[in-house]
């Protein structure tokens, strides 16, 4: 489950909150809110509205995911006490989990195809018991990698710039120079390093060059510093904003294991692709300029409707190419069997129907089918069949 969706622009912006199953990214529950709604509101509201539903359906209450934006200790410790599992995002914000980032652990689990790794730590906090995994992906480790690279090449031309700054400047003991370098290093990143050398300076009391065996009267001191990447430290640091944790209150491992938790909190991305679904152009959400809240809500309805009857007939039509172990020729003619809908529509796309009426009968013939077009319409049941059928 996710919830968020801003739609419009031209339009005074709503949200929407949208609750899905895990199979099929079916909607299940819409809740239209105002634009400027808090998360950790909302998001307690509709779980809270989905589970009063669910019980006086005496329906079985699933596993609710969501994104950080509902982990909070007030909402936590309220779905604790109303007994509702979830699993969510926790936030890098807290004590905790800033604490628990930085922790070098030996216990790493990693998935079968190497692209995944994680480790638990059952947390005690105020809100209650809690399992966290500490999980780092190869995309994560790759963005975090690019990210920080970055952040070297900015950070190494910043503090090059200050340290030739900083030998241009003469101190008139060892002592102040070594304090000059300790002041600039403040706020220095872990993964520079800064070496420097002190360079005497003699002075001598008159002007112009002194003699061979005159003796300077005093000494000036310069920093002469370096700048260069410690490689370890970066590397811990890449993997160190690579890692993300993912909380849940099921402390089981038998009822929901840690590789269930991790996977499920990823496959959560079949609600964003229902919003993204609400939020193409085709749908011309952008243009809608109804102000009423009560036009907005129909509005709203109407198109989680539609949504809902295009996920049904592609979670009906993948459901029957995975039975009958059947495929259907994808945009580059590849066999697929879990081909969208909206690529299906397109394949529809130039079907007429052709009516001949007589003095005696009238007939109507479906033109441009082809055998693609008959395996969908007969996957999908006799009711479409009935529909595609030639009658007379």
């Known amino acids: ?92 914000t807290s004590q905790e989990a800033k604490a628990v980032l930085q922790e070098r652990s030996e216990q790493w689990q990693t998935t079968e195809d190497g692209s995944m790794q994680w480790y638990s730590r059952v947390m005690t906090l105020p809100q209650g018991t809690e399992r966290w995994l500490m999980v780092r992906t190869q995309a994560s480790q790759q963005r975090a990698q690019v990210s920080l690279q970055r952040q070297v090449n900015a950070a190494q031309a910043s503090w090059q710039r200050k340290c030739w700054h900083l030998s ?28 420097g050398d002190i360079v005497a300076h003699p002075r001598h009391a008159s002007k112009g060059r002194p003699r061979k065996e005159a003796s300077p009267t005093t000494h000036q001191w310069q920093i002469v510093a370096t700048v260069t990447v410690h490689q370890q430290r970066l590397d811990e640091e890449v993997s160190r904003k690579a890692c993300f944790i993912v909380g849940t209150n099921e402390l089981k491992s038998a009822a929901l294991s840690n590789q269930e938790v991790v996977t499920t909190y990823k496959e959560q991305g079949g609600v964003e692709r229902d919003f993204r679904f609400l939020k193409d152009p085709l749908f011309l959400a952008s243009s809608v300029f109804v102000k009423k ?27 029957r190419l995975a039975e009958t172990e059947q495929t259907i020729p994808d945009q580059v003619h590849k066999p697929t069997a879990r081909p969208t809908m909206r690529w299906v529509f397109q394949c529809f796309d130039g079907i007429e129907l052709l009516h001949v009426q007589t003095s005696t009968a009238s007939l109507t013939i479906v033109l441009g089918l082809e055998a693609v077009h008959r395996l969908i319409v007969a996957l999908l049941g006799p009711l479409y069949e009935k529909i595609y059928n030639p009658s007379g």
């Open 1 to 92: 489950m996710a919830i968020r969706a801003i739609i419009g622009r031209n339009a005074p912006q709503w949200m929407i909150a949208l609750a899905t199953t895990h199979d099929g990214d079916v909607p299940l529950f819409l809740q239209p809110l105002d634009g400027n709604s808090s998360d950790k509101v909302s998001l307690l509201a509709a779980i809270t509205t989905i589970q009063a539903q669910l019980r006086e359906a005496n329906a079985e209450p699933g596993v609710y995911v969501a994104d950080s934006g509902i982990y909070s200790e007030s909402n936590m410790r309220q779905l604790n006490e109303a007994g509702v599992k979830w699993v969510s995002r926790v936030p890098e």
């Open 293 to 319: 809240p009560e036009r907005i809500i129909a509005l709203s309805l109407i198109m989680v409707l539609c949504l809902l009857v295009y996920r049904l007939a592609e979670f009906r039509l993948r459901a």
């Open 168 to 195: 241009n400047r003469r101190f008139a003991c060892e002592a102040d120079a070594w304090v000059g370098l300790e002041r600039e290093l403040k706020g220095k990143p872990t993964w520079l390093e800064v070496r």
